[in-house]
């Protein structure tokens, strides 16, 4: 089943970011990276919220960085121009074709390699110092695999800086919310598409370029994490926008933590 889940969401990424439409595939531009090598840069693990510089601690310049799920053609190539040496992780080529083509024009060094991010066993243990980790775990069903992954790949105090939804998000008919309806209560925690939506529907989603969700408790989240041997160091919510979705005037819809590998 896990299986399935990746190639349904490496399709509908692919689909996503080949259309262009997709806010997570928008590439940055040539004047940002001169403003991220001159010392100016910002990234985000949530959809508007910039992530606190002091996160990254002192030294991002020569350190190395996997950008876990972070394709796109945005914050694994700013990192890189911010100095850094990262390796680009993720499930969709076509996320890391936009990846390579801001890296290419842009003359930045930029490593890229396709998998699930529940998977990093192709990395020795302690291979990177930091992970950056976007708001992406949604898209597997087992985030606490991910956790115990990322802790093995990296260096004892190395830190990890990732975003995820909210999972009260999902206990939401989103749309009826989209077609003007309050918020009513419909899908019992944690949430999984492979159980709510039928198999039909799940092949009519993979055909417009819809990935399959999950959500995930705070105890997985967070709790997670602290069972990984890692120390919750830091941590902020953050809003999306109206457009976006309708819950964004009820609740921040996303969170996320900064994490210290102490094991």
């Given at each position: 089943?896990?299986?399935?889940?990746?190639?349904?969401?490496?399709?509908?990424?692919?689909?996503?970011?080949?259309?262009?439409?997709?806010?997570?595939?928008?590439?940055?531009?040539?004047?940002?990276?001169?403003?991220?090598?001159?010392?100016?840069?910002?990234?985000?693990?949530?959809?508007?919220?910039?992530?606190?510089?002091?996160?990254?601690?002192?030294?991002?310049?020569?350190?190395?960085?996997?950008?876990?799920?972070?394709?796109?053609?945005?914050?694994?190539?700013?990192?890189?121009?911010?100095?850094?040496?990262?390796?680009?992780?993720?499930?969709?080529?076509?996320?890391?074709?936009?990846?390579?083509?801001?890296?290419?024009?842009?003359?930045?060094?930029?490593?890229?390699?396709?998998?699930?991010?529940?998977?990093?066993?192709?990395?020795?243990?302690?291979?990177?110092?930091?992970?950056?980790?976007?708001?992406?775990?949604?898209?597997?069903?087992?985030?606490?695999?991910?956790?115990?992954?990322?802790?093995?790949?990296?260096?004892?105090?190395?830190?990890?800086?990732?975003?995820?939804?909210?999972?009260?998000?999902?206990?939401?008919?989103?749309?009826?919310?989209?077609?003007?309806?309050?918020p009513v209560v419909r899908n019992a925690l944690p949430y999984s598409d492979l159980t709510v939506r039928s198999a039909e529907d799940?092949?009519?989603?993979?055909?417009?370029?819809?990935?399959?969700?999950?959500?995930?408790?705070?105890?997985?989240?967070?709790?997670?994490?602290?069972?990984?041997?890692?120390?919750?160091?830091?941590?902020?919510?953050?809003?999306?926008?109206?457009?976006?979705?309708?819950?964004?005037?009820?609740?921040?819809?996303?969170?996320?933590?900064?994490?210290?590998?102490?094991?």
């Amino acid at each position: 089943m896990a299986e399935n889940v990746t190639s349904h969401n490496r399709d509908a990424w692919n689909t996503q970011a080949a259309s262009g439409e997709s806010r997570w595939s928008q590439p940055v531009e040539q004047a940002t990276i001169d403003r991220a090598r001159a010392g100016d840069w910002a990234v985000i693990l949530t959809p508007n919220r910039l992530v606190p510089r002091d996160w990254f601690g002192d030294h991002l310049a020569g350190s190395r960085i996997l950008a876990l799920a972070s394709g796109g053609g945005q914050q694994a190539p700013m990192l890189a121009a911010a100095g850094a040496r990262v390796t680009s992780f993720d499930n969709s080529d076509t996320q890391l074709a936009l990846d390579r083509a801001v890296a290419d024009a842009c003359g930045l060094t930029l490593t890229l390699e396709q998998g699930d991010m529940a998977d990093l066993s192709r990395f020795e243990p302690e291979s990177f110092e930091l992970i950056f980790h976007p708001i992406s775990n949604v898209f597997v069903p087992d985030v606490r695999v991910v956790w115990r992954e990322c802790a093995r790949v990296l260096s004892r105090g190395g830190r990890l800086l990732s975003g995820f939804m909210n999972p009260s998000f999902y206990l939401f008919d989103h749309a009826a919310l989209d077609a003007g309806a309050q918020p009513v209560v419909r899908n019992a925690l944690p949430y999984s598409d492979l159980t709510v939506r039928s198999a039909e529907d799940r092949e009519a989603m993979r055909a417009r370029g819809e990935a399959l969700e999950f959500s995930h408790s705070l105890d997985d989240q967070i709790g997670g994490q602290i069972a990984a041997r890692f120390s919750v160091a830091g941590f902020f919510e953050d809003r999306w926008d109206d457009s976006a979705t309708p819950l964004n005037r009820f609740m921040p819809t996303s969170m996320a933590t900064l994490a210290i590998k102490t094991g």
